[in-house]
């Protein structure tokens, strides 16, 4: 590419000012406005009045996509404004407004709940809801398991003192937390990411050791409180099911997820059974790494790191053309992503820590964000945001009720292009050396969500199993923690980390819960769909727009059985979504026996 690319974004082409835009301090007192109107025209409404329904409705979407947008552009903000007081003013008038909304959509809860069944059946049968008719049916079941409309609107009024309240303490006691590192020869006290960053780039082992300890030892100091907010948001989690009369704590994560929890239990027992293959690899990589175990501070640690170092442009010029390959219409769209600016990559000083791709709802635009250090790694990030942003792009002109995804769905397409990517330059890997890496790259991303994900989500429901006798300790929570850690990896790790719960913000989210597995389910039908793709070419591109434009309207069995003409409640597609990782697995242990014969 002869045009040097940008590596900053624009956010000026969305709110002009930023935090002092007058567009988007008008928009939040509009609507602040606008949310007032609707909560009292639904007090009025006249059932019989099918047409007023549909246009308040429609009111309701454009309310829903403005202040999806103003929240998604706050969370842009804060990124690259992590420590600006008057960014932090902004995103809680955000939060406010997200409330208040949360309040309204109980309302209309309550108000499809109470239509008479004839008017239901029109209000079915009418040309614009049967584009957003998976949603309301939605709603309108779920319905049946909730309490009073009075009852749960309290419910959402307190969780913001409360319930979120505990996960606001969450974060600003992380955002707080400094772990003493020595780095040339003197002691910085530096934040979790800084200290996540710093451990992962450190290629000695005696220096992860020394800053793994320390990052352990600030966290045990600092359990204690960390317990606390976890019992609170487990407790108050599990009083809500109480009242309902839930019975089963994934209940709730079931049905956000729409999948069933047979198919979820039927996934996580093909991944149990074939956990033998990733012991094998982790012992394999300890040979190559010339250890007698891994520790969990090393499991993460490439053994093989490629020397090559690819500027921005030739990040852009490698995921653009592999976009191009597999279809004309997605490789327009990551050229046109590149070019105006969706993109924040800069390296600098005061940007948070990690990545995520925000969705533009009213501008039918994204965002994606990271910090590229030129690592091929880097790379599959940004091919992965932009499969969020494909995503949303092919969602864009659906109406707002039909653009809600669950998680689960909502990691295909990034998964996806992330294989798309990663495939390709693994199989053009200039030397053995870059391919290694690249193929270790490709099976420790796999392993988060097939080894670390899943043990996470059995660590979850153990500990919430605990909670309804009581609240937990913060040493029985790290019991809870370093066993399941056992049971996954057996004798093949040697110092485990039986504090890794403190610092996994998924178990302090209070908007999801056990918001860890819907990533695996994400990931590993992003595999099936990947390895449909490659048996059938060019037939496929079409196909998978159709897939991904009816996420918001299908449980992800009925998109396996509709798109894939497959039945995701048998193993049998499980395992064959495995085997990529599998495969890669088998290829690195070839590769590397001359490695750990050296050894031995």
């Excluded at 709603?139 to 609107?153: C, G, N, V």
């Excluded at 913000?505 to 999801?512: G, M, P, R, S």
Aim: some cysteine; hydrophobic content about 40%; charged content about 30%.
């Amino acid at each position: 590419m002869e045009k040097v690319m940008d590596e900053t974004w624009d956010l000026e082409s969305l709110y002009p000012g930023g935090k002092d835009s007058n567009e988007l301090n008008e928009l939040i007192v509009r609507l602040e406005h606008d949310l007032h109107g609707l909560q009292e025209k639904i007090k009025s409404f006249d059932q019989a009045d099918i047409e007023s329904l549909v246009t308040f409705f429609s009111e309701v979407q454009t309310f829903y996509n403005e202040s999806f947008e103003l929240d998604e552009f706050m969370v842009c903000l804060y990124a690259v404004n992590v420590d600006d007081p008057d960014v932090a003013k902004l995103v809680e008038k955000s939060e406010m407004i997200k409330s208040g909304f949360e309040s309204l959509k109980l309302d209309i809860d309550h108000l499809i709940d109470s239509l008479p069944e004839t008017q239901w059946d029109l209000l079915m049968q009418h040309d614009e809801v049967k584009r957003y008719q998976f949603y309301l049916e939605e709603r309108k079941r779920r319905m049946d398991d909730k309490l009073p409309l009075e009852m749960e609107k309290m419910i959402n009024d307190l969780s913001l003192n409360g319930f979120v309240g505990w996960e606001e303490y969450y974060e600003q006691m992380m955002g707080k937390m400094r772990i003493p590192v020595e780095r040339d020869g003197k002691t910085e006290e530096l934040s979790i990411g800084q200290t996540m960053g710093y451990l992962m780039s450190a290629s000695d082992s005696s220096t992860r050791k020394n800053i793994a300890r320390s990052l352990v030892k600030v966290c045990s100091e600092q359990a204690d409180a960390f317990a606390t907010a976890l019992n609170r948001i487990s407790g108050f989690r599990l009083d809500v099911y109480k009242q309902r009369g839930w019975h089963n704590v994934l209940k709730e994560a079931m049905e956000d997820n729409r999948i069933q929890e047979e198919t979820v239990q039927t996934m996580v027992s093909a991944i149990v059974e074939n956990k033998s293959v990733v012991q094998t690899f982790f012992k394999r990589k300890a040979e190559v790494m010339k250890q007698d175990k891994l520790n969990w501070y090393d499991a993460e640690i490439p053994s093989f790191t490629s020397d090559s170092k690819l500027s921005y442009n030739e990040a852009a010029d490698i995921i653009i053309t592999q976009f191009h390959k597999f279809s004309k219409k997605l490789g327009d769209f990551a050229e046109r992503a590149f070019r105006e600016g969706w993109i924040e990559a800069e390296n600098r000083k005061g940007k948070m820590h990690g990545g995520f791709c925000a969705n533009m709802t009213v501008a039918k635009e994204s965002r994606i964000f990271l910090t590229y250090t030129g690592s091929y790694q880097d790379v599959v990030t940004i091919a992965h945001e932009l499969g969020h942003a494909y995503h949303n792009h092919i969602l864009h002109d659906e109406p707002a009720f039909a653009q809600q995804v669950s998680t689960s769905v909502a990691e295909t397409a990034s998964t996806f292009l992330e294989n798309l990517v990663l495939d390709a330059a693994i199989e053009h890997a200039a030397t053995e050396k870059d391919k290694l890496s690249l193929l270790e790259m490709k099976i420790l991303n796999g392993l988060k969500y097939q080894v670390s994900v899943p043990a996470m989500f059995s660590f979850e429901q153990k500990l919430y199993e605990k909670r309804k006798a009581g609240t937990l300790t913060a040493n029985e929570i790290s019991d809870l923690m370093e066993q399941e850690m056992k049971e996954v990896f057996g004798d093949i790790m040697g110092e485990n980390n039986r504090y890794l719960w403190v610092t996994l913000a998924h178990f302090f989210d209070t908007e999801l819960a056990f918001f860890n597995i819907p990533y695996t389910i994400g990931y590993l039908f992003s595999n099936g769909i990947y390895a449909l793709s490659k048996e059938q070419g060019d037939q496929f591109p079409e196909q998978y727009d159709a897939l991904l434009l009816d996420t918001g309207r299908m449980t992800v069995e009925e998109l396996a059985h509709h798109h894939l003409g497959r039945d995701i409640k048998e193993k049998a597609f499980w395992n064959e979504s495995l085997q990529p990782v599998k495969k890669a697995i088998d290829e690195y242990l070839e590769l590397t026996e001359e490695y750990a014969a050296q050894r031995s």
